[in-house]
Every structure is written in structure tokens, then in C-alpha cells.
């Protein structure tokens, strides 16, 4: 059974992948990191102090500390959401298939809450959500479970009764190994990537998500 509905923010409910890869191509630019956005893609889903962590280990730089390139990355994606961020095609209407059947929504992602707040009045669908979780509140950020196991708990739901919807495959590990059913919705640049074979269900955009893939994943033991 599906008791609860669990949706990824970026690149799920609006496309800003691209912004997170401007924004992050621009920041360690400035520390004498360059990057691309097929570099950039190797840690969509990942926490952004996971992130610059990680891009320190490899290159270690002096001008400016981690968190000072964690806030100018931040600043970068909010700047951006503001200006240029629309909900994807789908993503409301996969949300109202849903909130028909009064199954509670959450969401959980690796943003921290001051981007995640910033979407929601964006687009004003606050009301939408009856959990909203980020991964900056866990010791461990995506692949590990731990935001979609906190989640799972505030909504009072066995986790293996959750649907995650997720695009990234950092996403997806963690929520397969919470043992949740997972949507992906992998950019097209990654749709042969063949280790989002272990989703319960892949598309191409949640415009395709349907009734009978409702009741097909209502059916997966």
C-alpha cells in the first residue's frame, strides 16, 4: 500500500538544475575551480556543503573559506529561482492526482529550507505540503536515506508505504535504500543511464504520470 507521496523539489517541481550548475560554475570560478555542467551533474542531488566539501578535497583553494563558497553559491540559485524558475510541466497536476484521494504529500529535499521556502511563495503551493523536510537538518545528506527516513517518521508512514518522486540518481539511492518506490524523472542527458533501471517506474516528464501508473505502483509488493 501507498499511505504517503514524497516529492524531490529540484528538477521535479521546477527545472533548476541549470540554475544550481550557473550558480556553482560561477562560485568556484572564483576559488580557481573550473567546472562544467557535466562535472556539475556528477553531484545534482547532493547537499551543497557536501558539495563544495567535495570539490575542495580534489582542489583545495585559500581565497575564500567553504562556507563563504557554499553562501555565494546559495545566493546565486536564489537569485536565480526568482528571476527565471517556473513549475514544470506535470508537477501540479501529478500533485492534484494525489490530493484527490486526500494521500498526504510531503517534501523532502537536499535544499536547505531558505531556497525551499523561497520556491514554495514563489509559486505559492505551500498549503500543498503536510511535511516539508531539507537535508540540511541531517548529519548525512543524499544518497544517504536519512531525509527521506525523517520524513517518512513526521508523517507517522512505514517508509516502504512511500512514493518518492525523485529526478536525480543521488535521489534515487536514498530512496531506495529507505526502502520507498521511487518515480525517476531523469534529464534527458541521462534517460539511458542505466542505473535509474532501478526505479519502480522512469518518465520522461511528469506530464506522462497517469492513472494506470498510479494504480500499477498501488500493485508493486
Known sequence: MIEAVIFDM????????????????????????????????????????????YRF??????????????????AGVEQRILERSAPLDGSLETMNIFRSRNIP????????MRLINA?????AIQNIFVKIHSAEHERFGKPHPAVFLTT????????????????????????????????????????????????????KSLIEFSENHWKRLKELP
Do not use: Y
Open 10 to 53: 529540484d528538477g521535479v517541481l521546477l527545472d533548476s538544475e541549470p540554475l544550481w550548475h550557473e550558480a556553482e560554475i560561477a562560485a568556484f570560478e572564483n576559488v580557481g575551480i573550473h567546472l562544467t555542467n557535466e562535472m556539475c551533474m556528477e553531484t545534482t542531488g547532493v547537499r551543497i556543503d557536501e558539495v563544495v566539501a
Open 57 to 74: 578535497h580534489q582542489k583545495p583553494w585559500k581565497s575564500k573559506s567553504q562556507e563563504e563558497v557554499r553562501d555565494a553559491i546559495l
Open 105 to 112: 504529500i510531503a517534501l523532502a529535499s537536499s535544499s536547505p
Open 119 to 123: 520556491v514554495l511563495n514563489k509559486f
Open 152 to 203: 517518512a517518521k513526521e508523517l507517522h508512514t512505514n517508509p516502504a508505504c512511500c512514493l518518492v518522486f525523485e529526478d536525480s540518481f543521488n535521489g534515487l539511492t536514498a530512496a531506495k535504500a529507505a526502502k520507498m518506490k521511487v518515480v525517476a524523472i531523469p534529464i534527458a542527458e541521462q534517460w539511458n543511464d542505466t542505473r535509474f533501471d532501478i526505479a519502480d517506474l522512469k518518465l
